[in-house]
């Protein structure tokens, strides 16, 4: 069982830069520069060097992520993405490189021009509580029908209808989270357990949900200058955007504890 604070892996590529002494009461600082061509990040993580199937945390136990953070700029002044919480690295890790399919839970921002598919009314964009699990049985069951869906999406009203369902099956849960300043301190908190997920705030709950993904899960912190967009509708892009100007996270107080202690 992971104890509760431990050191983690310090993950920096093409410019990315993790400062600060980590630990219970450690502030630690990751940071991208402007102005770098391709892919840059500044990481924490708890399962480098790791097979995915012995990633640290287990829903059958379950664990409470807790922090304090605050970012550079408000979410619709960040480009790229960043973020903390739990999942299994499913594009690859340099030191587990090989891809999979996607779990985790985690409070996300996702900068322009990102747009994941997770907001029913509008672009996945900017900072939300979700969660993700395309490893269960039902969300495989809908690969067949994958280029059918994404034609009739096309539809407003087949999309409005149907779309919430396939998510369902996805074990996706989405809350967007704008009543908030991060640029300042704020406290944030993830129960994941296998009877659901619970996102809080200053100790109010902003999500509660039934979906778990099944894990293993690997906690991770990070910021980064990659997008993506995938729509209902079929638009897939992938890529890094140029930043211009230096953005960064602080956290404080990281804490991760087995439901079980």
Same mark, same amino acid.
């Given at each position: ?9 310090? @993950? *920096? ?22 102005? @770098? ?27 409470? @992520?807790?922090?304090? =953070? ?7 002044? $960040? ?9 299994? =690295?499913?594009?690859?890790? &340099? ?14 921002? =996702? ?27 039902? =969300? $495989? ?58 996102? $809080? ?6 999500? *509660? ?22 729509? &209902? ?29």
């Amino acid at each position: 069982m992971p104890p509760t604070t431990h050191q983690n892996r310090i @993950l *920096e590529i093409n410019g990315g830069t993790v400062t600060g002494q980590q630990g219970q009461d450690g502030l630690v600082r990751l940071e991208i520069p402007a102005e @770098l061509d391709g892919y840059t990040n500044a990481q924490i993580d708890d399962y480098g060097g790791k097979r995915r199937r012995d990633y640290p945390w287990q829903v059958e136990t379950g664990v409470c @992520l807790s922090l304090r =953070a605050r970012f550079s700029h408000p979410a619709d002044q $960040l480009a790229g993405t960043a973020g903390f919480g739990f999942w299994n =690295a499913p594009f690859g890790d &340099p030191t587990t490189p090989w891809p999979t399919l996607p779990q985790a839970t985690w409070f996300f921002l =996702a900068g322009r021009p990102n747009n994941l598919p997770l907001n029913p009314h509008g672009p996945g964009q900017d900072f939300f509580a979700s969660t993700l699990d395309a490893t269960t049985w039902r =969300a $495989l069951r809908l690969a067949p029908l994958a280029p059918p869906v994404v034609l009739l999406n096309r539809i407003p009203s087949f999309k409005e209808k149907f779309w919430p369902k396939v998510q369902h099956q996805l074990g996706m849960s989405y809350q967007q989270i704008d009543q908030i300043d991060l640029t300042q301190w704020q406290t944030y908190k993830i129960h994941w357990k296998k009877s659901g997920c619970t996102f $809080l705030i200053n100790g109010e709950i902003v999500r *509660e949900t039934t979906q778990s993904p099944r894990g293993p899960l690997g906690f991770v912190c990070w910021i980064d200058n990659q997008f993506m967009q995938v729509t &209902p509708t079929g638009h897939v892009q992938a890529g890094v955007t140029p930043l211009k100007q230096d953005q960064w996270l602080e956290i404080d107080q990281l804490s991760l504890k087995s439901h079980e202690t």
